[in-house]
C-alpha cells in the first residue's frame, strides 16, 4: 500500500512540470511585438548562408489516393496491384507486420522533427523511424548497404534549395 501511496504522489507532483513547457519558446523564431511567431518574416539561414530547416514541421500534403483517380489516369499494372492488394486485405502492408512504415509513408502528413548540420540532414518520423540525408559533398553510391529507410545523397543549388537522391 505504501508504494502505491508513493507512485501516486509522485504522479501528482511530477504533472505540473509537463504543463511548463508550453511557456518554453523555441530560440531563433522572429516574433511579432505581441510575442507571436511572425510567419512573414524572412525564412531563417545558417551561418553559411543555406535555409536553415531545424525545427519541428507539420506535413500537410495533398496525396491522391487510388480513390481519386479516374480509370484512365491508371496504368494496366498498377490497377492490378490496387485490386490484387485489396483482395488480400493489404496484407503486405509493413503496419501490418508490426515494421516501420518506411520511406514511401514518410513524405504524408503528420509531425517531423528535422536536424540539421553542415554534413548530414536527419529527419525524425513520428513512428521513431528516421531518415538521414548526406550533404558532405558524396556522391550517392552504386550499391549501398541497404537500410530500411534508404540512402540519400544530397547537395544545395545556386538557389539554395536541397535536391536529393536515393
Known amino acids: 500500500?505504501?508504494?502505491?501511496?508513493?507512485?501516486?504522489?509522485?504522479?501528482?507532483l511530477v504533472t505540473p512540470l509537463e504543463a511548463q513547457w508550453l511557456q518554453r519558446r523555441t530560440a531563433?523564431?522572429?516574433?511579432?511585438?505581441?510575442?507571436k511567431p511572425n510567419l512573414t518574416a524572412a525564412a531563417p539561414r545558417t551561418a553559411d548562408g543555406k535555409p536553415d530547416l531545424?525545427?519541428?514541421?507539420?506535413?500537410?500534403g495533398a496525396v491522391r489516393r487510388p480513390g481519386d483517380l479516374?480509370?484512365?489516369?491508371?496504368?494496366?499494372?498498377?490497377q492490378a496491384l490496387v485490386q490484387q492488394r485489396a483482395e488480400n486485405f493489404g496484407?503486405?502492408?509493413?503496419?501490418?507486420k508490426c515494421l516501420p512504415s518506411g520511406p514511401s509513408y514518410s513524405?504524408?502528413?503528420?509531425?517531423k522533427r528535422?536536424?540539421?548540420?553542415?554534413?548530414m540532414i536527419v529527419i525524425l518520423q513520428e513512428d521513431l523511424t528516421y531518415r538521414q540525408i548526406h550533404m558532405d559533398g558524396r556522391a550517392l553510391e552504386t550499391?549501398?548497404?541497404?537500410?530500411?529507410?534508404?540512402?540519400?545523397?544530397g547537395r544545395w543549388t545556386a538557389t539554395d534549395t536541397t535536391t536529393g537522391h536515393g
Open 70 to 78: 479516374q480509370p484512365a489516369d491508371v496504368q494496366p499494372w498498377a
Open 114 to 119: 528535422i536536424l540539421q548540420t553542415p554534413a
Open 143 to 153: 550499391d549501398p548497404n541497404p537500410t530500411w529507410m534508404g540512402y540519400s545523397v
Open 91 to 96: 496484407i503486405d502492408n509493413p503496419r501490418y
Open 54 to 60: 531545424a525545427g519541428l514541421w507539420e506535413m500537410i
Open 28 to 35: 531563433g523564431i522572429p516574433r511579432a511585438a505581441d510575442g
Open 107 to 111: 513524405t504524408g502528413q503528420g509531425f
Open 1 to 12: 500500500m505504501k508504494i502505491f501511496t508513493t507512485v501516486i504522489l509522485l504522479t501528482a
